[in-house]
T-cell receptor
């Protein structure tokens, strides 16, 4: 069964700073998910990636399959980026899993 | 954009009572999931559902839990005799195909409080 580790657990930064959140997992996967959890609790899917890099606005996600590691970057961070960012992977290797296993999340606060 | 909707947003129930949490997945999705998040902890998988049957369940999903899709649109999670430790946020999610290769779409969650 896959295990997910995220770092840092908490991150406070100033507006405009470049943010990096890291995720590592234990078992080979078909794709990795980055999710955002709002203060009210709702979860939004940001990225699903299986190789290389994806970009959406100021968010960039990268993955290194060989090293079982992914990073989420936020450029020109803004207070509205404040949220919990969660990495998740299929529970079992091979991509045949039905459910996701989640990291503990990174609680990001961007101060004005 | 289509959304997964969950009702109620907050449910308060006495210990030992039955509770039903409701979800309407995205209409052309085929895979449905329930997750829970105890306050301050990570999100945990409970169960997945495909083709009108459970396809996978975690060790958390014991005999007090059940799921069904009664009418082709709703997807429900029933907890038969609630315990204090069932207090959590419960998320429903759906995907068009198996989650390994497709994004999951989450509802906003139901906060369940057991008194």
């Amino acid at each position: 069964k896959n295990e997910v580790e995220q770092s840092p657990q908490n991150l406070t930064a100033q507006e405009g700073e470049f943010i990096t959140i890291n995720c590592s997992y234990s078992v080979g996967i078909s794709a990795l998910h980055w999710l955002q959890q709002h203060p009210g609790g709702g979860i939004v899917s940001l990225f699903m990636l299986s190789s290389g890099k994806k970009k959406h606005g100021r968010l960039i996600a990268t993955i290194n399959i060989q090293e079982k590691h992914s990073s989420l970057h936020i450029t020109a961070s803004h207070p509205r980026d404040s949220a919990v960012y969660i990495c998740a992977v299929p529970m079992y290797s091979g991509g045949g899993a039905d459910g996701l296993t989640f990291g503990k999340g990174t609680h990001l606060i961007i101060q004005p | 954009e289509p959304e997964v909707t969950q009702t109620p947003s907050h449910q308060v129930t006495q210990m030992g009572q039955e509770v039903i949490l409701r979800c309407v997945p995205i209409s052309n999705h085929l895979y449905f999931y329930w997750y829970r998040q105890i306050l301050g902890q990570k999100v945990e998988f409970l169960v997945s559902f495909y083709n009108n049957e459970i396809s996978e369940k975690s060790e958390i999903f014991d005999d007090q839990f059940s799921v069904e899709r009664p009418d082709g649109s709703n997807f429900t999670l029933k907890i038969r005799s609630t315990k204090l430790e069932d207090s959590a946020m419960y998320f429903c999610a759906s995907s068009r195909v198996r989650v390994g290769n497709q994004p999951q779409h989450f509802g906003d969650g139901t906060r369940l409080s057991i008194l």
